[in-house]
């Protein structure tokens, strides 16, 4: 067929001669959640067809940690030791993703959570139901159960009963791999189709607006596709893509570390918006500053440009950075004491060291005598076990009043943070893509981080696996009943 | 004509049986924006139709306070006794308007500010060539210039020579009905044919993705408009669809005050997307705390709820409101001292009084002493005539020392803060609208608040009509040399 109209990424049904490939649900993009849209589809008995832009399926999740985000009283949670429930769970996201989170999206995520446990148990994925408990994030060994966000962290811990949610799969570090090696290995056993090296390049849309394919550039051939039931656009973010970045998400450019696979260049947002979508939240991104692990490390004091404190020390990774980079203007810096100086493990410059709090001024330029004022503030109230400006918890909350003093570059351009983007095409809890006045566009699905998810702003970890494996599978689903 | 498409807010070519109207260039919208873009066009000779979903148009335009932003050495800045360059002037608006300006906008902007200002003037808008000194945002009086953003506050003061930008038409107040009222008697003059309680219902596509038309609700029927050079989105923004709101910019729905007419609802930005136009920064928006004038308000000293200063107090009112909204989560107060009292014009609620920081921090529920070391600490310096934290102008730097001290309610949910949105259509620098990928959408134009503009953050007042006004009249244009 011809592919005069590339560069608009959409084709209309007339144009199409005839199809050159026709199946019933057509998935784009084979990471995670294209993966169980796959498997969800094929389960209804449905033809079904995947294309990889890679040659391989896997995608940022098979590159990524492997937590899932899952909860509401799993096996792994219970055998834990954790009480867990679906409203808590549910409390905890709809306070943390927030302003203006998607109440449907996450009442549908938390009351299916124990059901999509299941449902990834049974593709084979494993998990050791113990708690790693030094620190938030991927354990360093094959313990399946982590803190990935706030839960445990001031004021979220009054909102909501706190509980590890992080789900890792069985392996010693990464276990993105394993997860997507088992997907991927059930996907070849439910005998759907997947041609790797595939790029789509555009979705096929009929007069009505309704989706009726896509194409894709196959082997050097520009192949049309006809998809009965609906196209499921899994094709991930745009963090690797520096035009729409630049545009949409300026700040995250400043981030040394992208997190994504080569493809996560925004084509199936920018597939979407061709045919009318809308988008949302396509500023914000996850924005990692991970000075812990040691968790040790939440007893040091993190402070801006103006040598105020601004968050307690102990929050997550996630929402320290993204502190840091969308109010601190970038800039923060982390001092220790002597008697409980602990070096970040991710590598971070020691930027000053000094005997007293105006000598670490004069070396960062921090205004005279307000880290002063800030660290005696700190102290005084330390030695009472308080902290009243942030609630740091009380294993952390210790005095720092030991020369020398230490501090470590916690800044955006000049010390490790890692970012991926959090925006995408709008869609509903049924994983249908709507357009701008609110309506799904027939025959169109999306799952994953080419859609805005569960949390933007307010990450926690393990959300894009977890929503995009949950929203995934009901993309898949969605689309293989239409097709009825 | 049928009318089965409305909801999704497009019409394909191809179902338009008839035109029941043609016309060269269509606008949508008749505020600032659209008035400049009709005249433009009709100014090149071409047939131009403009709607109005009111009865009359106006829109926000007439109902703001008639702030331009123009400059580049206007000979009302001359007059003035003020010294400005196009250069100075984007220097500053580069630096103002990010994170991610759009360097090609501003560029043109700024290189065509003293051309447009002349054109300004030849409508009939007049402006007295005085500045009003004593606040910055519009006169009181019929004085024509005004700063009207950060040009004088630090760090902006640093990056840019200083020059007040906001030219004001001549009149007591209400300067923005005046400037409406001007341009469309010269609407009227050229010939303009103008419906009202006219609602633009959708675009018209043709099959290559172009614009053909668009179909409006016209005294309870359907019309159908041809355009054959193109056609004009100057609806303005959505500050007054809660939905819209809620999705894109939810903070902004805290801010008690909307600034917009009824059909600020996003239509137009709506029908954009539909035709697989892109958009950008929906999330932003102005957001004004005014806590001057009198600007002797800014001697006060303002604090976050851990009772830290956060930002120099002469900052324009629209940086204030951004920060204090998106970055102090909506909470901030102002103090003073006995001795440099001063109440907000705009009413706000004195919410502690007190001999002491510590009565103040009790009554305010301020964590004890850390509005005390605050205090301490400006005092200190100012007394030395330094603000090392946010070097606040010299005018405004004195102690706060003597008792009784008053706050002032600064937050968002309590007190008067005014919105309207800053993200919209995505456009170039020719006024095109740009889809998904960066292209052109051919034949579809926009301007004013339906798209995102020069600022967005960074907001200065007089942006809105200022670049609504210049970028509407190259929409027009373009629309018109497009049908030759």
Chains 1, 2 share one sequence.
Request: glycine letters at 14%; a negative charge; proline letters at 6%.
């Amino acid at each position: 067929m011809n592919d005069r109209n590339t560069e608009r990424m959409v084709f209309l049904e007339r144009e199409i001669e005839h199809w050159d490939r026709r199946t019933d649900v057509l998935v784009i993009g084979l990471g995670c959640a294209g993966a169980c849209a796959a498997l969800e589809a094929a389960a209804t008995g449905v033809d079904v067809l995947a294309l990889e832009r890679a040659s391989a399926g896997g995608g940022t999740s098979a590159l990524s940690g492997g937590v899932l985000y899952m909860g509401g009283g799993t096996a792994v949670q219970k055998t834990a030791g954790f009480d867990d429930s679906p409203e808590e769970m549910w409390k905890y996201l709809l306070y943390a993703s927030g302003p203006g989170p998607d109440e449907a999206k996450v009442q549908a995520f938390c009351e299916g959570s124990l059901e999509h446990f299941a449902w990834i148990v049974q593709q084979g994925v494993e998990f050791k139901p113990v708690f790693y408990p030094h620190y938030s994030g991927e354990p360093p060994n094959d313990d399946g159960l982590v803190y990935s966000g706030n839960e445990n962290a001031w004021p979220y811990n009054e909102v909501a009963r706190p509980a590890p949610r992080g789900h890792v799969p069985r392996i010693d570090g990464a276990a993105g791999g394993l997860l997507m090696r088992t997907l991927l290995s059930r996907v070849e056993d439910a005998g759907i189709q997947v041609l790797g090296d595939a790029l789509c390049e555009g979705l096929v849309q009929r007069d009505d607006g309704s989706i009726a394919g896509a194409v894709a550039r196959i082997g050097g051939e520009c192949v049309s596709i006809g998809a009965s039931g609906g196209v499921v656009v899994t094709t991930g973010g745009f963090i690797n893509n520096d035009e729409m970045l630049a545009l949409h998400a300026p700040l995250l450019k400043r981030c040394t570390f992208r997190v994504g696979a080569e493809g996560d260049d925004g084509s199936g947002i920018r597939m979407g918006m061709a045919v009318g979508a809308s988008t949302l939240h396509l500023g914000m991104g996850s924005i990692s500053l991970p000075v812990h692990p040691p968790k040790s490390v939440s007893k040091g004091l993190l402070f801006n440009r103006a040598g105020q404190r601004f968050i307690n020390e102990d929050v997550y990774m996630g929402l320290l950075g993204e502190h840091v980079l969308f109010r601190q203007d970038g800039e923060a810096y982390l001092l220790f004491d002597d008697a409980n100086f602990v070096r970040p493990e991710i590598e971070r410059d020691l930027v000053a060291v000094g005997d007293t709090p105006a000598e670490l001024e004069a070396e960062l330029g921090i205004p005279p005598g307000a880290l002063e004022g800030t660290l005696a503030y700190y102290n005084r109230n330390a030695k009472r076990g308080e902290d009243p400006l942030f609630h740091k918890g009380p294993d952390y909350l210790v005095p720092l009043e030991t020369p020398p003093f230490g501090v470590f570059d916690c800044r955006v351009d000049h010390s490790f943070f890692a970012a991926f983007t959090l925006g995408g095409l709008r869609s509903n809890e049924k994983s249908q893509v709507l357009s701008g006045s609110g309506e799904p566009i027939p025959g169109l699905y999306a799952a994953g981080r080419a859609t805005s998810g569960i949390a933007a702003p307010g990450y926690s970890s393990g959300l894009s696996l977890g929503d995009g494996s949950f929203f995934g599978r009901r993309a898949g689903r969605e689309a293989a009943l239409r097709r009825a």
